[in-house]
């Protein structure tokens, strides 16, 4: 069985309470609960639990789930790693675990990752114009430059560097797939398609039941080349 993780009880930095953990709902008078900056309390078991899960799921931010007294509403404040690390009591084990999916999944939603299909390795795209990247490790083990597409993650054929497709016939854009196929939603007088690219954010989305069909933005001295403002005009495809 785990053994109980213990704070000092003397520790002045800490303010000890005796209330239930607002996460379990837990009141054994003989666990040990502290109380977070935000108010709601916890022990170093439930909190450690509870932020691994979060990390399980794929969100590296630890935000409170308690509900604000009286309401049905979630607390939602922000827990700072360093405070969820000190009053959770993580072991070595647990920092590396917390701190290394933390940085991989911080990475993967602000920068360009993606895994090397040789050795797996995490690789950030410097040029996001070309779809040919080369993997140092890979290279450095087999003694050979070692180049895979970003695109469908194989080993990389044809000449390079491309921004549209590799030479590997399974090589497609999923989502200009999708947005050249897609059917059309036929309104009065209309006939609209059903997905729509943001150029802002380069994603497609599904175009909501009666929205209403995109009016070409006017030239201005700060559009763009394309006719679209900065300002995150829609093109529909």
Sequence with gaps: MEQEKRHDPNDTTLRFVDRPDDILLDDDPNTQRIEMPCGHAVTPQSLTAYCRSLLDQGQYKFLCPALKNGTNNKCGAEWKYVEVRRIALLTEEEQNHFEKTMAELAAA??????????????????????????????TAESGKCYEFCWQCLKTWKGPAPRSD????????????????????TILPELSITTVRALQCLGEDIARPKYCKPHQPAKPSSSSSSSGFSNSGSVLII
């Design 109 to 138: 939603m602000y920068c360009e990752y993606n895994s090397c299909p040789g050795c797996s390795s995490y690789i950030e795209r410097q040029k996001l114009t070309n779809l040919c990247v080369r993997c140092t490790i890979c």
């Design 165 to 184: 497709k590799c030479e590997n016939d399974s090589c497609v854009n999923l989502k200009l797939e999708k947005l050249l196929k897609c059917k059309d």
